[in-house]
């Protein structure tokens, strides 16, 4: 039965969504991931054009509340992806195992749209590498490489 992890940011636009999304073409059905926010937006359109660039497409994704698994679903994982929804997460009830992973938000950069990307891009490669290095430090090491058309792959140092 697969691992179920939830990754967490206070918006679930940008940073869960791309974690969401890794996970689940990383290591296919070895983990179930999902992704939910303590104050939902809609998936921000800069979190989806740098996905596409290594060709994986959360268009399709969509922001959910915490509320959405609050007393329905176990994780086996909770990983948080910003300090506002550290402080704002409340426990889960069951086994799973909590942990932090701080990164910036790319939602509050400032500047021109291409310097809006560049920040965005950043944050994904950080969110890469560390759902790769995640992945080795739970035994999972067939993860599987990303569409030979996308920019290079991170070598998973974070």
């Known amino acids: 039965m697969a691992q179920r992890v939830l990754f967490v940011c206070s918006?679930?636009?940008?940073?869960?969504?791309?974690?969401?999304a890794f996970l689940r073409t990383l290591a296919g059905d070895a983990f179930?991931?999902?992704s939910a926010g303590s104050q939902p937006e809609p998936?921000?359109?800069?979190?989806?054009a740098v996905m596409s660039e290594y060709g994986i497409d959360i268009s399709g994704q969509r922001s959910k509340g915490l509320h959405e698994y609050m007393g329905k679903t176990?994780?086996?994982?909770?990983?948080?992806?910003?300090?506002?929804?550290?402080?704002?997460?409340p426990v889960f009830p069951g086994k799973g195992a909590r942990e932090?992973?701080?990164?910036?938000?790319?939602?509050?950069?400032?500047?021109?749209e291409e310097e809006r990307l560049e920040k965005f891009r950043e944050v994904r490669d950080l969110i890469e590498a560390r759902v790769r290095r995640w992945l080795i430090e739970h035994r999972?090491?067939?993860?599987q490489p990303l569409?030979?058309?996308?920019?290079?792959?991170?070598d998973g140092a974070a």
């Open 11 to 20: 918006a679930n636009s940008a940073r869960s969504q791309m974690a969401e």
């Open 32 to 34: 179930e991931a999902d």
């Open 43 to 48: 998936v921000h359109p800069l979190a989806i």
């Open 74 to 89: 176990q994780f086996d994982h909770l990983i948080t992806v910003c300090d506002r929804a550290e402080k704002a997460c």
């Open 100 to 112: 932090y992973w701080p990164m910036d938000d790319p939602l509050r950069a400032q500047g021109s």
């Open 140 to 143: 999972y090491k067939s993860a």
């Open 147 to 154: 569409s030979t058309e996308a920019a290079p792959v991170g």
